[in-house]
């Protein structure tokens, strides 16, 4: 009989775990600047958050998700100062990452190549709407952009997601794949 305790203290551990991970890769400073824009970088950040989804749950991948946006608005020294812009931005990009998974993991129970290719479509669709949409609106409210300016900006900000989204799910599923086999645990 599995008891309900282990349970819940398995999840505890692993989300503390990725969220620990994630905050990690946050701090280090190995962010790739997006060739088109180098205000907008690549990062591995989101690929624990996503194995917390794809290894755990919904719930989990969340608190992991808000834990690293608190401490991205947090100062990181030696290597980064506070950003609570940038921890809104990232959190609600990540975020919306996740549901986008998560729907497709819902619907799709197989884990093979299809689950992927969907998982990326879905997540990268609804990534790449939210941000262009709070990109719209808050780039003026917290960076003073002129909404001319953020309009002409929103193709590359939509392509960046959409890499960024790539490479985060990309890295989640091969890890997740590593890890399944030798764990012996199925999304």
């Known amino acids: 009989m599995v008891n309900i305790n282990d349970v819940k203290a398995k999840k505890l551990t692993l989300t503390a775990i990725f969220s620990a991970m994630a905050i990690s890769l946050e701090i ?10 180098s205000k907008l970088t690549i990062d591995i950040t989101g690929v624990p958050l996503l194995l917390a989804l ?38 609600l990009a ?23 290719i969907y998982s990326f479509l879905n997540g990268s669709f609804i990534r790449t709407i939210v941000m262009c949409i709070a990109n719209y609106i808050f780039l003026p409210i917290f960076y003073g952009v002129p ?25 989640a599923y091969l890890s997740y794949k ?8 199925s999304i």
């Open 94 to 116: 990540e975020l919306s990452t996740i549901i986008g998974v998560w729907m497709i993991k819902k619907l799709w129970k197989k884990d093979n190549k299809k689950f992927f």
């Open 54 to 91: 794809y290894i755990i749950d919904l719930p989990s991948s969340i608190i992991t998700t808000v834990t690293t946006g608190i401490i991205i608005a947090l100062p990181r020294p030696p290597f980064k100062p506070s950003n609570p812009y940038g921890a809104f931005f990232k959190t």
């Open 178 to 185: 590593a890890i399944k086999k030798r764990l012996s645990i």
């Open 147 to 171: 909404v001319k300016i953020v309009i002409s900006i929103l193709p590359i900000i939509a392509l960046f997601n959409i890499v960024q989204t790539l490479v985060n799910i990309l890295l």
């Open 28 to 37: 280090l400073p190995i962010d790739i600047p997006f060739p088109m824009f």
